[in-house]
């Protein structure tokens, strides 16, 4: 619980590396299935489902210091110590802002599919409908057209095709050190 509201993670155990990972806009924390089957045992991936997604309770405000708060606070609630952080997208986003503002908490980020930098039109979100009894009603109001990457066979696809896609890692102690390479590689 944090602020009266409930997120939800996926802790896929074991008693590797901790890797706290951050999903993209509409997706869930379950997309890092595949990942940590992947990972394990080397790797203990926890995966948050982000405010508003998944099974996290819908919030009031989706600034990016209440995402941030989030994950500190998953973060302490775990007391795994500091930790790989991975954000793919939002999460890649959600993960910058983390590392700089807790970057005590960080050893190293793992960002995938967003720049440093977002610089775009998001308005039409605005537009999308706010609550939706199911996936059929949700796609019935956006005209019967649900985007791919909503599809419940996506999220799996999604998060596999993710391993061997290009990623940049950057460690806060070390700041002149940025090296990219395909994750799961030193």
Not at 59 to 72: I, T
Request: hydrophobic residues 40%; charged residues 20%; glycine residues 10%.
């Amino acid at each position: 619980m944090v602020g009266g509201r409930r997120l939800s993670y996926l802790d896929f155990g074991g008693s590797g590396t901790p890797l706290l990972a951050l999903h993209g806009h509409y997706n869930e924390a379950s997309a890092f299935t595949p990942l940590a089957e992947a990972l394990t045992p080397q790797w203990r991936v926890i995966a948050l489902d982000q405010r508003g997604h998944g099974a996290s309770a819908r919030a009031e405000s989706y600034e990016r210091e209440d995402y941030v708060a989030d994950v500190a606070a998953l973060h302490q609630h775990l007391k795994v110590g500091p930790a790989v952080v991975l954000g793919h997208s939002l999460g890649g986003v959600n993960a910058y802002q983390c590392a700089s503002r807790h970057a005590d908490r960080v050893t190293a980020l793992i960002v995938e599919d967003i720049g440093a930098v977002v610089d775009c039109d998001w308005s039409f979100t605005t537009s999308l409908p706010r609550r939706a009894p199911s996936r059929d009603a949700l796609a019935s109001a956006l005209g019967g057209r649900l985007p791919i990457w909503s599809a419940p066979s996506a999220n799996r696809r999604t998060a596999g095709a993710s391993r061997s896609r290009l990623m940049t890692r950057w460690r806060p102690r070390k700041r002149s050190t940025v090296t990219t390479g395909r994750i799961g590689q030193r």
